[in-house]
């Protein structure tokens, strides 16, 4: 994997965002990344486009090597963040493609700069009527008709969050990498060396809680779900959408995905992966390419 050097943008909130970049000719296009992970995770994409498009990848606030000065409750705030970055960087027309975590901040930026987000592509992404996180039962089973609720109830989930935060206070990297093996990297795995860089960005992660509550409450549709009301700024998005989904996905089910596209109506176009699971960009490498190609242009 090509490695590629670390900038860092200055935000007028007091954020300071790292990114990394590749190109300059052709359109530009916007990756953004997940939960668990930073712009690391997209450096083999950078790899296989950089000679057609000018690329940028932001590191997240409270991911990567990016700052964490204040906390966010929102994805639509992770936006705002991404918006003032383009600013900075000198951004203008632009694609946008979200993995996961990062769809959703792709589909807010989409809804706030609709003259800017010239297309948005989301890779295994939350839906837009957000990702639940359940109450567990006292054996650890999801009670399927209650949710959590606040940032107390969630840092304290016995079963999705308080091991990953526990993980992170004593650098287990094995227990990272045992949740990757098992959830996204199950059907292949990067190279070794790879893996260890993925590990190192894991691992950088501060704002768990943030983002899972963020991802309880989202919900950009114009009708409410058991976590939150609807925004209606899904009908904001003008632009194109091209959903990328791997049929495998243990992490944002197929489902889903089926769903955000009927949200979308005419405006998506669906490129789906057999074979592949939440990670299309290892799982299917080539395929994977050559959709994000196709949906940028």
């Known amino acids: 994997m090509k490695a590629y050097p670390v900038h860092h943008a200055v935000l007028p909130n007091g954020e300071n965002l790292a990114y990394r970049q590749a190109g300059s000719a052709g359109p530009t296009v916007v990756l953004i990344h997940g939960n668990m992970s930073s712009s690391v995770h997209w450096q083999t994409t950078m790899e296989a486009l950089e000679g057609e498009f000018r690329?940028?990848?932001?590191d997240l606030r409270g991911f990567g090597d990016s700052s964490y000065e204040a906390r966010f409750d929102s994805l639509l705030d992770l936006a705002h963040d991404v918006e003032a970055f383009l600013d900075a960087v000198g951004v203008g027309p632009c694609a946008v493609v979200g993995w996961s975590t990062g769809g959703g901040v792709a589909l807010e930026l989409a809804a706030d700069r609709p003259d800017q987000v010239t297309s948005t592509v989301l890779v295994d992404s939350v839906p837009p009527t957000g990702y639940p996180i359940f109450?567990?039962?006292?054996?650890?089973q999801p009670i399927m008709t209650e949710?959590?609720?606040?940032?107390e109830e969630i840092a304290a989930d016995p079963v999705q969050v308080l091991p990953v935060l526990e993980a992170y206070r004593t650098g287990a990297r094995a227990v990272m990498r045992a949740t990757w093996d098992a959830l996204i990297y199950n059907l292949r795995q990067p190279s070794p060396e790879d893996y260890e860089l993925y590990l190192d960005a894991i691992m950088k992660q501060r704002n768990l809680v943030d983002v899972d509550f963020a991802l309880l409450t989202f919900n950009m549709t114009d009708s409410a779900t058991l976590s939150a009301p609807g925004s209606g700024r899904l009908e904001r998005v003008r632009g194109p959408v091209t959903v990328i989904h791997g049929e495998k996905d243990l992490v944002v089910p197929f489902a889903w995905a089926e769903k955000t596209i009927t949200l979308l109506g005419d405006r998506a176009k669906t490129v789906t992966f057999p074979d592949a699971?939440?990670?299309?960009?290892?799982?299917?490498?080539e395929a994977f390419v050559t959709a994000l190609k196709e949906a940028v242009q």
């Open 55 to 58: 690329l940028v990848a932001p």
């Open 277 to 285: 699971g939440h990670s299309p960009i290892t799982d299917v490498p």
């Open 147 to 151: 949710l959590l609720k606040t940032k």
């Open 135 to 140: 109450r567990k039962d006292p054996l650890g």
